[in-house]
Nanobody, 123 residues
């Protein structure tokens, strides 16, 4: 199983980015998935999750209304659309997957992890 995260970059505050997480060796019809992020000097935190086959989503309060997680089962890819980015969104973003129906917010619940993609938001 491999998860390949991409789409990070440098953007000004108020801008948008879309992160992608492409999977090989598993189908998102069988797993729930999540996006997490880790800023320098901080612990990794939950950003958004999507249940198996896209049957429900959840978000951290800090990103509600700005970020949207979605899945394309045919492409085996999970996306994180990030709008109205703020400087505090700067972090390395990781995608993760777990063989469970519901996407949980604790990172210990996820077995498979992507390599991370850097998002930097400038003021």
């Amino acid at each position: 199983v491999q998860l390949q995260a991409s789409g990070g970059g440098l953007v000004q505050a108020g801008g948008s980015l879309r992160l992608s997480c492409a999977a090989s060796g598993l189908s998102f019809r069988d797993v729930s998935s999540g996006w997490f992020r880790q800023a320098p000097g901080k612990e990794r935190e939950f950003v958004a999750g999507i249940n198996r086959s896209g049957g429900g989503t959840s978000y951290a309060d800090s990103v509600k209304g700005r970020f949207t997680i979605s899945v394309d089962n045919a492409k085996r890819t999970v996306y994180l659309q990030m709008n109205d980015l703020k400087t505090e969104d700067t972090a390395v973003y990781y995608c993760a997957a777990a063989f469970r129906g519901i996407a949980l917010s604790g990172d210990v619940n996820y077995r498979y992890w992507g390599q991370g993609t850097q998002v930097t938001v400038s003021s």
